[in-house]
């Protein structure tokens, strides 16, 4: 089993940046493809980015490209999102999760859920 434990979200003011990590434990997640999905009240959950388990493949949702970047660091069983220029409308509980096969941009293609972070930006 693969456990995932998020950190690094709180409150910010609009155009900051802030840094969420996802830390493994229970196995090495070296060979697992990994994202970040988004979930804010009244929506859908949300595909935010995504990584191959290289960090060689990287996928982004339109609304963050270009603001966000995600990465991982396998020695350390660890994936990040970088948040840069961050706006009301990226408020979400945040959530890192991780799949055992090629990268996937739906969050049911996940196997493996942290229980999340919230991100609030305010205006």
């Known amino acids: 089993q693969v456990q995932l434990v998020e950190s690094g979200g709180g409150l910010v003011q609009a155009g900051g940046s802030l840094r969420l990590s996802c830390a493994a434990s229970?196995?090495?997640?070296?060979?697992?493809?990994m994202g970040w999905f988004r979930h804010a009240l009244g929506t859908e959950r949300e595909f935010v980015a995504a990584i191959s388990w290289s960090g060689e493949g990287t996928y982004y949702a339109d609304s963050v490209k270009g603001r966000f970047t995600i990465s991982r660091d396998n020695a350390k069983n660890t994936m990040y999102l970088q948040m840069n220029s961050l706006q009301p409308g990226d408020t979400a509980v945040y959530y890192c999760?991780?799949?055992?096969?090629?990268?996937?941009?739906?969050?049911?293609?996940?196997?493996?859920w942290g229980q999340g972070t919230q991100v609030t930006v305010s205006s």
């Open positions: 999760a991780a799949r055992d096969e090629d990268t996937a941009t739906v969050w049911y293609d996940y196997d493996y």
């Open positions: 229970g196995r090495t997640v070296s060979s697992y493809a």
